[in-house]
Structure formats: structure tokens, C-alpha cells
């Protein structure tokens, strides 16, 4: 049985509006790259990396036992990034309820900072940084990056 011209039209242009919303997601993701976590097998169980667009890493987990345990790990930084700032260099600091990120100094005089979720476990951490702004990019750069990141395995 042959389509009429009408129902051909409708196929036409719902195949062209599928096509046209493909090329659109594509484009999105060359002028709005976006950040992604990156799984990874370790020597005693599973971590992530949470990758900006450039590829530095802005965020690590701790080394979870299971890969489903990982994933769930990444699902809690990108529902808990949008927590606020304590800053813990400061004397009399604000303490703020979870989730949130936490800015301290570690031994080494760097500041670093950590993902705490509702709960109060750490969820994900990051690298020493030289200056507080640095440090305060990269909470920015998790907050920007987690919630829509993808999700890629590295074997």
C-alpha cells in the first residue's frame, strides 16, 4: 500500500526534524563543550575523574570497591555540585549545611578543595592549588561541568 502525498509530508518533515535536532546536539557540543567523568579501573577497585572540556582534571573520587558503586558516586557530585562555598582558610568561617565545598589548606600550603554530599561524606576531592582564585575556578569549572557531563570508561 502506497502513502498518500499527505502522510509522505508528515514522514518527510519528522524525519528532517530528527535530522536538523542531530546536527543542532552536535554543534551545541563544539561551541559548548561540555566537562565528563572519566571511569577507571585502579589496582584495588574503581575511581573517577571529572574532566573540564580541556581535559584537566577538575575533580577525583576516592577508589570505590565496584564500578556500580563508582557510577553511583558520579550521580551524587552531579546532584550535590550546586552546594555552596565554606571557606576553611579563614578564622571564624561560616559553616554551611551539605551539601557544599569545603576550601582548606593542606599541608603543603596549597588550597584544595572537597564535594561533601547531603549526607557529609566527601565525594569528590581536587588538586593543590597555588592561589585561592585557583582554587575557586576550579569549585566553578565542577559546578559548570558535573550536572551535564557524560560518563566514558577507560580501560
Not at 559548548?32 to 579501573?41: A, D, E, N, Q, T
Amino acid at each position: 500500500m502506497y502513502a498518500s502525498g499527505y502522510e509522505e509530508r508528515k514522514i518527510f518533515l519528522y524525519r528532517r526534524k530528527i535530522f536538523i535536532c542531530r546536527i543542532r546536539q552536535k554543534l551545541e557540543r563544539m561551541v559548548f563543550p561540555m566537562g565528563k567523568f572519566v571511569v577507571k579501573k585502579t589496582a584495588t577497585g574503581v575511581k573517577f575523574d571529572l574532566k573540564a572540556s580541556n581535559g584537566q582534571v577538575i575533580a577525583t573520587s576516592e577508589v570505590y570497591s565496584s564500578e556500580a558503586a563508582c557510577l553511583k558516586g558520579i550521580e551524587s557530585v552531579k546532584n550535590n555540585s550546586v552546594g555552596g562555598v565554606e571557606d576553611q582558610t579563614v578564622e571564624n568561617y561560616e559553616v554551611l549545611k551539605h551539601p557544599k565545598f569545603e576550601i582548606y589548606k593542606d599541608k603543603a600550603g596549597e588550597f584544595r578543595f572537597r564535594l561533601k554530599a547531603k549526607n557529609g561524606e566527601i565525594i569528590a576531592t581536587s588538586e593543590g592549588y597555588k592561589s585561592m582564585d585557583s582554587c575557586k575556578n576550579g569549585i566553578e569549572s565542577v559546578k559548570k561541568n558535573a550536572p551535564e557531563a557524560v560518563t566514558e570508561k577507560q580501560d
